[in-house]
């Protein structure tokens, strides 16, 4: 059964959300959802993202009189979702306000939001919104607003992925799993806080994949945190959608580092390029804050996985890196992050650490002097080794490797910048200091003024020849999948010579005149 979204419906049961963008579908209350039984017929699902206003959220949730009103609280959300509820407790103190998901499945006592909603459950509630509401309909409300129980039977929770619409398969993210659970015990993340990995029963589970494939799903983003960890599911899994490869799909797995088996590898080695992504956790190549944080990585096999995995297959690899960890300084960060890039990653994620409620983390906050936001995303302010100034600078740095490195906008420029240099990390964060004094924030640049910049410390900072900074940037601007004219400040009468590998046209503005150059084989992409 479909989720109702008709807003002319007036349901008992409202299960609601605010996904951080319109993309991202809602998999946890998909699963509430599928879960609901008979109450499945007086249930619906409402989901618009964290950019409504929460004034027309409430006027909207208002409108359909609902009983119970089911809000999923994320760290992307947890701010909005707070202006809705007290707009709800304040002109309809008569719905029942239940709360769920990460931000209040801990340290719930003292959230605002908490005191304001009626209950909140904690954990995992695929079973335990349904009791909730069976019982409330039935007239029998709890007395505690601290609802919790044991973690659901897996085998016996109904799948949500019917629940994926046509409209969804078409233009969201289809979020799957096989498993729930992790077995390692990091303390930044809140699958520390798991006692075991629980596994479907991956028959039903590839059934009910080979549905959405039906369905036209090319897509699949799998949320387990430990893809490889068992090798016989993992090789199932692999080998079921290797036979469907030649739709075009593709394919995201978080994958554990140091484990890599030759029969997980030759596996991998199948499946043409482009199909598949691995997003790869390192986090810190420190051995010492590694430790501090009980992540556990062998550096030596991760250098050899990456190896193997670039080499030899076509896999896209996405790498991620942690600042602010307890014990990690600029100077080691710098250092993990020029081993990482030796390691050859596609991307590089350098993320700001945040402070997950209920994590173990919060352990080291007195001895390594952590200080973080009292509000979302609760990101770290200062350390022991790290104080604020320099947080600040790293998040400068984080945004401008996004919209240069990682983007993939910049590929031939930003290697003048990286290449023969015996720090990458330190080369770029002098580019990006260079771009915190022109621009006062790091949103909304556009492509051009982007460009403009990367010449101007090409060609005045870094002492790149004109004609250099000149042609890699046109490279770069003027060959992605949308064809641009060379941007006016790069013009210049004097004929680049300029060739493209890959058959297209190149365009070319000059004072006076506008020519072709064609490609050696003249064959059309």
Not at 147 to 175: C, H, M, V
Not at 266 to 273: G, H, I, V, W, Y
Not at 362 to 382: A, G, T
């Amino acid at each position: 059964m479909s989720p109702q979204t008709d807003l002319e419906l007036q349901p008992q049961i409202l299960l609601v959300t605010l996904n951080s963008t319109y993309q991202h579908a809602s998999f946890g209350l998909r699963y509430i959802f599928a879960n609901m039984k008979e109450l499945q017929k007086q249930t619906q699902l409402l989901e618009p993202t964290i950019q409504v206003s929460p004034k027309n959220l409430a006027e909207k949730i208002l409108a359909l009189k609902p009983k119970i009103v089911g809000f999923g609280v994320y760290i992307w959300n947890a701010q909005q979702t707070l202006e809705v509820v007290s707009i709800l407790k304040k002109i309809a103190p008569e719905i029942k306000i239940v709360l769920g998901g990460p931000e209040v499945s801990h340290e719930a006592s003292g959230q605002e939001i908490v005191a304001l909603a009626d209950y909140t459950i904690q954990g995992e509630a695929d079973f335990l919104f349904y009791e909730f509401c069976k019982a409330a309909l039935e007239g029998q409300w709890p007395s505690q607003k601290i609802i919790s129980g044991n973690l659901p039977e897996i085998k016996d929770i109904k799948l949500p992925y019917s629940l994926y619409t046509d409209e969804d398969i078409k233009n969201r993210i289809i979020y799957v799993e096989a498993s729930r659970g992790c077995p390692y015990k990091c303390e930044y993340c809140l699958s520390s806080l798991d006692k075991q990995v629980r596994s479907f029963d991956l028959d039903l589970f590839l059934g009910e994949m080979k549905t959405l494939l039906d369905r036209g799903a090319r897509e699949f983003k799998f949320v387990d945190r430990t893809f490889n960890l068992s090798i016989p599911t993992g090789l199932k899994i692999l080998n079921f959608f290797y036979e469907h490869v030649n739709l075009g799909l593709f394919l995201h797995f978080e994958m554990v580092p140091d484990r890599l088996p030759v029969e997980l590898r030759e596996a991998l080695a199948r499946f043409p390029k482009g199909s598949l992504q691995f997003e790869i956790g390192i986090q810190t190549w420190n051995t010492d804050v590694a430790k501090l944080v009980s992540r556990r990585n062998d550096y030596e096999k991760v250098k050899e996985n990456f190896k193997y995995i670039l080499n030899e297959t076509g896999i896209h690899v996405h790498a991620d890196l942690i600042v602010g960890l307890p014990g990690e300084s600029l100077e080691s960060f710098g250092t993990g992050f020029d081993a990482l890039w030796a390691c050859g990653p596609h991307e590089i994620q350098v993320g700001i650490l945040k402070r997950l409620k209920g994590t173990p983390i919060s352990r080291h906050d007195k001895e390594w002097q952590m200080v973080y936001q009292d509000q979302q995303p609760f990101q770290i302010l200062k350390t022991k080794l790290m104080d604020y100034p320099t947080i600040q600078r790293m998040g400068r740095f984080a945004k401008y490797w996004d919209l240069y490195a990682n983007s993939g906008n910049f590929k031939k420029s930003v290697a003048l910048i990286l290449e023969q240099t015996e720090s990458p990390f330190w080369s770029f964060m002098k580019f990006s200091d260079f771009l915190s004094t022109r621009h006062e924030n790091a949103h909304s640049l556009s492509l051009q003024t982007l460009a403009e910049s990367l010449f101007e410390y090409l060609s005045s900072v870094q002492g790149q020849s004109l004609e250099t900074a000149k042609e890699r940037i046109i490279q770069d601007y003027c060959f992605g999948l949308k064809r641009r004219d060379v941007p006016s400040f790069l013009r210049d009468s004097a004929k680049l010579g300029l060739e493209q590998k890959n058959g297209d046209l190149l365009r070319i503005n000059s004072k006076n005149q506008r020519q072709q150059a064609h490609s050696v084989n003249q064959q059309p992409s």
